[in-house]
C-alpha cells in the first residue's frame, strides 16, 4: 500500500493531512499527479515526535512496486477495499521495514515549510485537527485503478452556523516590513557593540590588577556590578516594558553602554569603574531581549539570530586582538574604551532611525493570538507576571542561559590569567588565545545554527555540551600553550550555536503572551550568571588559583544538561509552556 502525497499544492493541504491521520480518520491512500515526494505519517513515529521524508528517486521505484503489491495482497487477503485500515497498513509497513530508507527530519521543519504564498503562521497540529476533517474516496479511473482523491472539509459550528476564524497570521520576514532589513543590521552592530565589550576585559585584566595594584577578588567586582544591573532590569521588566515603551528601550540601551565607556576610559578610581559596568549591565539587559524577540519573531528567524550572536561573537573576537596590539604598543588600557564611545553613538544612531515608527509597521504582525498554552484570559501586570514565573520553561532556560553565559564569560575571561599563572605565558601575548576563544564561537554561530536545526535544537546542545566538556578537560589537562589554544578553539565553536538554539526554542515554548517578560528573564539570567560565575572564579582563585576556571566550568556544563535534558522535545508554536 503506497502511502503517498505527489505534488503537493500547499503546506496547508500536507497540515490538514497529517492532522487527519493524527486523529485517526479515514485518510489512507493519497495520490496526486506529477510524483516528487513521498509523506509518510505514522501513530507510531508519532510517539517520536518525527515525521518521515522519503525524497530519494533510486528508492522511489522499489517502495513503489513493494507498496504496490502489499496494496493487492491487503485487498485480496485481508479484504480491506475502498477504505484501508491505517493501523493494519503501517504495521505491515513497519515489518517491511521501510523506515530504513527513510530521511528522518523534525517536525518544526514541517511546521515552518515555506510555500509560494507569503509566510503565514499555521496553528498546532492539535488546534488545526479540531477544524479540518479529511477523507479519502476511489475514483473510477480505469487506466489508474490504484488512484485516489483527496478531498477536505471544514466543519462548521452546527449551532450557530458560522464560520471558524481563520487560523493563519503573517509572519514578519527581513523585506516585510521594509525597514526591518535596517532594524536586523542595527540589532546586529548591537551585539558586536556588546561581543565587543564582553572580550575586552580576558585581554585587559592583568593590566587592570597592576594599575589599580588589586588582586583578583577586587577586580572581579566589575562583574557582580554588571549583574546588579541586569538584576534591576529583570525585577522591573514588565513596567519598564510597558511604561518606558520598546523603543526607548532599545534607544537608551546603547545610551547606557556610551555611558559605561565614557566613564572608564579616563582610568577614574576603581569604585566609579563597578558604578560604570552596573550602568552598562542596566543597557544590555534591556536591549538585548528586545532584539531577541523582535529578530526570532521573522519568518527564518532562527537563522537571523544566528547572525545577530554572530555578531557578538565578532565582536568578542576582535576586541582581544585590539586590546592585546595596544597594551603591545604600552597604551594605556583604559584608552580602549574609548572605541567603544565611538561604538556606541553609531549604535544609538542606527538604533534610533531604523525603529522610528514601528508601531505602524507591526500593527499587522503583533495582534493577540489566544496562545493555546494560556489557558485563561490574562489581564493586567501581576497575572502576566505571575503566570511567567509559574511557567516551568522558563525556569529551566533561565537556568540554562545563567550556567551558558557564566562558562562562556569564565572562560573568556580568565583562560589568560590562567595561561600566564601555569602555562608561562608572555602577558602581551597570551591574550590572542582568548581571541581565538572568541572567533571559535563566532564562526561556529555562523556555521553550525542551520544544520542543527535540522538535527533538532534539543539533540544538537546535548551533543554539543559533551564535546564543551570533553574540551574543556583538554584545555585543563595540556601543558602546551599552543594545545591549550587550540582546544580553548574548539570550546568556543561547539559552544557557539547553543545560544540562538536557546531562543528559538524559546519563541516557541513560552507562550506569545508572556514572552516579553520570560524572554527578558532568561536574559538577566544569563548575563547575571555570565557576571557572578566569573565574580566567584576569581573569589574563589584569590586563595586556591586560576586554575579553579575549570572545575567551575565543568559544574555549570553539568547545570546545562540538567536544565535542557527535562524540555519537550516536540517544538511547536503555542502547544506547550503551560
Not at 532562527?302 to 604600552?330: D, E, K, Q, R
Not at 584608552?335 to 542606527?350: A, E, K, N, P, R
Not at 503583533?366 to 501586570?381: K, L, S, Y
Not at 539570567?525 to 555570565?530: E, I, Y
Amino acid at each position: 500500500m503506497a502511502v503517498r502525497l505527489h505534488n503537493c499544492a500547499s503546506y496547508l493541504q500536507l497540515q490538514m493531512w497529517v492532522s487527519s491521520l493524527t486523529n485517526r480518520s479515514k485518510s489512507e491512500i493519497i495520490h496526486r499527479e506529477q510524483p516528487s515526494t513521498c509523506y509518510f505519517f505514522s501513530q507510531r513515529f508519532q510517539k517520536r515526535h518525527k515525521i518521515l521524508i522519503y525524497d530519494n528517486k533510486p528508492f522511489f521505484a522499489l517502495f513503489s512496486i513493494l507498496s504496490a503489491c502489499l496494496s493487492s495482497w491487503l485487498e485480496l487477503e485481508v479484504g480491506i477495499k475502498n477504505m484501508y485500515s491505517m493501523h493494519d497498513a503501517l504495521d505491515f509497513l513497519h515489518l517491511l521495514n521501510f523506515s530504513a530508507i527513510m530521511n528522518p527530519i523534525e517536525l518544526e521543519r514541517i511546521e515552518r515549510r515555506e510555500s509560494q504564498s507569503p509566510a503565514v503562521r499555521i496553528d498546532s497540529k492539535e488546534q488545526f485537527a479540531k477544524k479540518t476533517q479529511v477523507e479519502v474516496v476511489f475514483t473510477d479511473d480505469s487506466d489508474r485503478p490504484d488512484s485516489f482523491e483527496i478531498t477536505s472539509e471544514r466543519e462548521t459550528n452546527r449551532e450557530t452556523e458560522t464560520e471558524p476564524e481563520s487560523t493563519t497570521q503573517k509572519l514578519m520576514s527581513i523585506r516585510n516590513p521594509s525597514k526591518n532589513i535596517y532594524r536586523l543590521l542595527a540589532a546586529c552592530l548591537f551585539g558586536f557593540q556588546l561581543g565587543f565589550s564582553d572580550g575586552a576585559p580576558g585581554a585587559l585584566l592583568p593590566h587592570i590588577e597592576s594599575w589599580y595594584n588589586i588582586g583578583y577578588a577586587v577586580v572581579s567586582i566589575i562583574w557582580l556590578g554588571n549583574s546588579l544591573g541586569f538584576i534591576t532590569v529583570a525585577l522591573g521588566s514588565y513596567w519598564i516594558n510597558e511604561k518606558v515603551g520598546r523603543y526607548l528601550m532599545l534607544t537608551l540601551s546603547p545610551v547606557f553602554i556610551l555611558a559605561m565607556t565614557t566613564i572608564i576610559s579616563p582610568a577614574p578610581p576603581y569604585p566609579l569603574v563597578v558604578i560604570a559596568y552596573y550602568i552598562g549591565g542596566l543597557g544590555v539587559a534591556a536591549g538585548l531581549a528586545q532584539q531577541n524577540i523582535f529578530v526570532s519573531s521573522m519568518d527564518k528567524g532562527h537563522t537571523y539570530l544566528g547572525f545577530l550572536h554572530g555578531a557578538y561573537g565578532a565582536g568578542a573576537t576582535v576586541a582581544p586582538l585590539i586590546a592585546t596590539a595596544m597594551i603591545s604598543a604600552n597604551v594605556q588600557w583604559s584608552f580602549f574604551f574609548l572605541i567603544l564611545v565611538g561604538l556606541s553613538c553609531c549604535s544609538t544612531m542606527c538604533i534610533g532611525w531604523s525603529w522610528i515608527g514601528y508601531k505602524q509597521d507591526m500593527a499587522g504582525f503583533e495582534g493577540e493570538e489566544g496562545d493555546a498554552a494560556v489557558a485563561a484570559p490574562v489581564e493586567g501586570e501581576e497575572s502576566l507576571v505571575r503566570l511567567s514565573l509559574r511557567n516551568k520553561v522558563t525556569w529551566l532556560l533561565a537556568l540554562f542561559t545563567m550556567a551558558y553565559q557564566g562558562t562562556e564569560v569564565a572562560i573568556g575571561g580568565w583562560v589568560v590569567t590562567y595561561l600566564i599563572d601555569y602555562r608561562g605565558g608572555n602577558p602581551d601575548q597570551v591574550g590572542y588565545v582568548a581571541a581565538g576563544f572568541w572567533a571559535g564561537l563566532t564562526l561556529g554561530r555562523f556555521v553550525l545554527v542551520a544544520p542543527c536545526q535540522r538535527w533538532g535544537p534539543k539533540r544538537s546542545v546535548v551533543i554539543l555540551t559533551i564535546f564543551l566538556i570533553v574540551l574543556i578537560i583538554l584545555t585543563w589537562l595540556i601543558p602546551s600553550i599552543i594545545g591549550a589554544a587550540v582546544c580553548v578553539s574548539f570550546a568556543g565553536f561547539v559552544m557557539g550555536p547553543s545560544y540562538p538554539l536557546l531562543i528559538t526554542v524559546a519563541t516557541v515554548l513560552v507562550p506569545r503572551k508572556i514572552q516579553v517578560i520570560s524572554i527578558t528573564v532568561m536574559t538577566a539570567f544569563g548575563s547575571t550568571g555570565g557576571a557572578l560565575f566569573p565574580f566567584f572564579v576569581g573569589i574563589t582563585a584569590q586563595s586556591r588559583g586560576s586554575f579553579v576556571v575549570y572545575p567551575f566550568c565543568l559544574a555549570l556544563c553539568g547545570l546545562m544538561m540538567a536544565t535542557w535534558l527535562p524540555l519537550p522535545r516536540t517544538y511547536q508554536r503555542g502547544t506547550h509552556g503551560q
